[in-house]
């Protein structure tokens, strides 16, 4: 069973530019989790998208935003990247019908803001 | 307000040896889910054990187990005989997920990073 699939894993941009990111979600997962992992915050939910709503959102600027499709792979969007922007970007998949919120993460999306 | 604490920012220890990670949590849910998590240097998180907040029985899981205290608000792991494959960054989550529209969301404790030194 192929797992959660993040792309590109590694991208620079400058002050300014907009980014997306992409999640492919293990097959059969309907929800789909974003994260930001930075040294000085650590682990911060983003917004949890399922089947093609956002059902939750984290405490971000707008300038962060997503969207899923009706494969249930989703995107991500961060326009006018600021330097703070720089982390690493985790996706994460569930079934998503379920309370016990077990999540399976990808290897990530490291952003670098110059 | 929900909040996950590990005290311990960094951790090295000798192989074979045993490691405690603490983990420290907040929430006024009377339901709640509490992770586990390692993160190795390739970066996605893998998934360790769940417990929820009815099921206070410790676990093991071979080298690995779990010290779940209510009364102390506590959700301890630790590794016995550590080896050199459990360097890694660990954390420790909890999640208010009381009905099945939030079940993407953990509040994640700062992390430990564990070094285990040949």
């Known amino acids: 069973k192929a797992g959660v699939t993040q792309t590109p894993r590694y991208l620079i941009k400058t002050r300014g530019q907009q980014v997306t990111l992409s999640c492919s979600p293990i097959?059969?997962?309907?929800?789909v989790s974003w994260y930001q992992q930075t040294p000085g915050q650590g682990l911060q939910f983003l917004f949890e998208y399922f089947s093609e709503t956002q059902r939750n959102k984290g405490n971000f600027p707008g300038r962060f935003s997503g969207r899923q499709f009706s494969n249930s792979r989703s995107e991500m969007n961060v326009s006018t990247l600021e330097l703070g922007d720089s982390a690493l970007y985790l996706c994460?998949?569930?079934?998503?019908?379920?309370?016990?919120?077990?999540?399976?993460f990808g290897e990530g999306s490291r952003l670098t803001v110059l | 307000a929900q909040k996950v604490t590990q005290a311990q920012t960094e951790i090295s220890v000798v192989e074979k040896e045993d490691v405690t990670l603490d983990c420290v949590y907040e929430?006024?849910?009377?339901?709640?889910?509490l992770f586990w998590y390692k993160q190795p240097p390739s970066g996605e998180l893998v998934f360790l054990i769940r417990r929820n907040s009815f099921d206070e029985q410790n676990e093991i899981s071979g080298r690995y187990s779990w010290n779940f205290q209510k009364s102390t608000s506590s959700f301890n792991f630790t590794i016995t005989a550590s080896q050199v494959v459990d360097s890694a960054v660990y954390f420790c989550a909890l999640s208010d997920a009381t009905s099945s529209s939030n079940t993407g969301k953990l509040i994640f404790g700062q992390g430990t990073t564990l070094q285990v030194k040949p």
């Open positions: 929430t006024r849910d009377t339901t709640y889910y």
């Open positions: 994460a998949s569930s079934p998503g019908t379920s309370v016990t919120g077990e999540l399976f």
């Open positions: 097959s059969g997962h309907r929800s």
